[in-house]
């Protein structure tokens, strides 16, 4: 039996919605195809490692009707040239006709559309795919896997709508916790690409950036990033590896999103985890690294401006069907007596927040001397509580080594007493009603 005999289709938006309704719609067939969704726009490599592709058909849905999107689609269409490709809007796309052609798009499905519709468009594309085949034996995928067998990594994303919220603080200390489980390779990247923050917190002199990176790329003498990772990303005390921002904000500029996705992409072939540090503009670039994001970590703070940000932010992330499922939120410096109580805009966010931290001087301290509060003052609340609203996110067999927040001060956690050796090792008025808060919202 040949794959197309028993053919897949792969559904690649941001929802699940068409993937669901392409699988009822197909169930009718004589030989129903099997239908994988991969929401994760961005890049569909870790499907051909889950779903054994290559695909006969890929149906890209209004998530990509972006010149960005098309720009990925080609690259897909590149790795994969046999494979039928629709592309289904449901509103006016930002190419042209041409455009679309160029990319390698075979047929234009335009929603909403009929049942009919859309299962004629699939037999078509399934009937072009059948004439392409490619013998069993070829090395040809949707994607083409860097890693070979090689499981990909998780790519968690820390976020916010307003500045000074901590995410270089939270990027940081989850490195630090990911990269304390026995035989785990952890990278943080530094996303803010004009005034990215993670080398001066960690007190790191970078010699390579992310733009040394692709613009080594690009020259003939420059190499391939994967065999030079150890040339271009600086080690913080041997724990975790970071890709630093530029050096020169203007060279953010020259950074697109393709080539952010083909960095993440390329740690998460060599990494279990990349961790990345994004700025406060939903920029393009860091849509990239949601589109590759097993996560959202988005931060916030208690005041109003960051509150409302907050809530425009999540709004945002809706209309690019971004799960809320892949979402959690942290609530961070928080203090008594400033006239909003966690209570209140806990309100307004019903699906809470996964981490409320404190204030603490800790924090402040543990940046000025570069090193992650996890590793300076690992004993303290702030300490134990993020390392305790993170610990969802561990492998099953580390969550045990994660104590609850409410430990006592001798507490038996694992994860405490090894920050704790190795700290001493590298040391030798009235609230505001919900009313108000809601108007600003």
């Known amino acids: 039996m040949t794959a197309v005999d028993n053919p897949k289709i792969l559904v690649l938006d941001r929802s699940e919605e068409l993937a669901e309704r392409v699988r009822a719609i197909t169930a009718e067939m004589a030989t129903p195809p099997e239908i994988v969704s991969c929401t994760k726009i961005g890049s569909a490599s870790h499907v051909n490692h889950e779903h054994e592709g290559p695909f006969a058909v890929m149906i890209a849905g209004p998530s990509l ?18 494979t039928s490709i629709v592309m289904a809007f449901d509103s006016r796309p930002e190419a042209t006709l041409r455009e679309i052609i160029q990319v390698g798009a075979d047929d234009v499905l335009e929603l909403p559309a009929d049942d009919t519709s859309i299962k004629g468009t699939i037999k078509r594309a399934l009937e072009l795919a059948e004439r392409r085949y490619v013998p069993a034996g070829s090395t040809e995928y949707v994607v083409s896997a860097q890693a070979g067998a ?14 000074g919220c901590g995410k270089t603080f939270y990027a940081t200390n989850i490195a630090l916790l990911l990269s304390q489980m026995p035989n785990t390779r952890v990278a943080l990247v530094d996303l803010d690409l004009q005034f990215g923050e993670v080398s001066t917190a960690l007190r790191l002199h970078p010699t390579f950036t992310i733009y040394d990176v692709l613009k080594a790329e690009e020259s003939e003498e420059g190499g391939d990033f994967a065999s030079h990772l150890g040339e271009y990303l600086v080690e913080f005390e041997g724990r975790f590896s970071v890709l630093a921002a530029p050096k020169d904000p203007a060279q953010a500029d020259r950074i697109s999103p393709i080539e952010v996705t083909k960095v993440i992409e ?21 849509l990239a690294a949601f589109d590759l994001s097993e996560h959202l970590f988005l931060m916030c703070t208690l005041d109003l401006p960051s509150v409302r940000n907050l809530g425009m932010f999540l709004q945002t992330l809706q209309k690019l069907r971004i799960s809320s499922e892949n979402v959690s939120l942290i609530l961070n410096k928080v203090e008594k007596d400033v006239g909003i109580s966690v209570d209140q805009i806990t309100k307004l966010f019903p699906q809470g927040f996964q981490s409320t931290l404190p204030y603490a001087r800790e924090v402040s301290r543990s940046i000025n001397v570069g090193r992650p509060v996890l590793a300076s003052f690992p004993e303290t609340e702030v300490s134990k509580k993020l390392t305790s609203g993170f610990r969802d996110f561990l492998p099953e067999e580390a969550r045990d080594l994660v104590a609850p927040t409410h430990t006592s001060s001798g507490n038996k956690n694992k994860f405490f007493r090894l920050f704790r050796r190795q700290s001493a090792s590298a040391s030798g008025s009235a609230p505001a009603s919900v009313g108000v808060i809601d108007e600003v919202v």
């Open 150 to 163: 090689r499981e990909l990594g998780k790519v968690f994303t820390v976020s916010s709508a307003t500045g």
């Open 65 to 82: 009707a972006t010149k960005t999107g098309l720009k990925r689609l080609a690259l897909l269409h590149r790795d994969s040239p046999s």
């Open 266 to 286: 390329t740690l998460r072939a060599h990494y279990d985890y990349v961790v990345v540090d994004t700025p406060t503009a939903l920029a393009e670039t860091v």
